[in-house]
């Protein structure tokens, strides 16, 4: 991932280290309607200022967000002020490390079982076609990113900008891109031959779209590292 998204998501997840701000957190969280300041100190027992303080901080790095409401259901002159009421954003906040990317994988799969239920055939060949069709269009990504007429090594280096943002973790060598991380490590362990199936229809598919033929794509399983290596031509 891009380190200001990085340092985002390790922000949001570190301000939960601190005890009473995570007991507020969980509070909001199990309760069924959005919680207004008294209610939260009185429900985890701190003072107002203290709740009001760290909720607020919650808010900040995106663990909770705010609505403001009459609590009494009257409207017009005399009804007050509406309140400040916290609920959990619908955002979502994780942290890995290594970084791994589940969620492509799940979307790749959820699209190639749609494919195959609709139009018949392999479930495997339509997630290689999936796969294909999201490797296109970080191929893509990496053309723009090289510059125009570029060279093989300004693509090679735009190569590895793209991968890095999704968790691959490439370094550069004289004989193409290593990728040192496995975005889906766990489902690789044990569905190797599907998993990394998909992987190379997706990288194959990166270094297809990159530009003037600066990248191939082989599968070239070693331990510690994916499974795929891009080679330079």
Known sequence: MASDDFARRVTGVAALAEPVRRDLYLYVVASAEAVGRDEAA??????RHTAKFHLDKL??????????????GREGPGAGRPAKLYRRTSGEV??????????????????????????????????HRAAARRGEAL????????????????ILAAACV???????????TDG???????????????????????????????????????????LDPAPDRCCVVLAAR
């Open 59 to 72: 808010v900040e790095e995106g663990l909770l967000e705010t609505e403001f409401r009459r609590l009494s």
């Open 42 to 47: 009185t429900g985890v027992g701190v003072p």
């Open 94 to 127: 994780s942290v890995s490390l290594p970084e791994r990317d589940y969620e492509l994988a799940g979307q790749l799969m959820a699209q190639a079982i749609e494919e195959a239920a609709r139009d018949g055939g392999s479930v495997v060949d339509a997630l």
């Open 176 to 218: 193409g891109v290593t990728l040192v991380n496995c975005p889906f490590h766990a489902l690789a362990s044990e569905h190797t031959d599907l998993v990394c199936g998909m992987n190379l229809a997706l990288l194959a598919a990166v270094a297809a779209r990159a530009g003037d033929g600066a990248l191939t794509a082989r």
């Open 139 to 154: 191929g893509e990504q990496t053309r723009a990113g090289a510059g125009s007429a570029p060279s093989r090594e300004r």
């Open 162 to 172: 793209t991968l890095a943002e999704h968790g691959y973790e490439p370094r550069q």
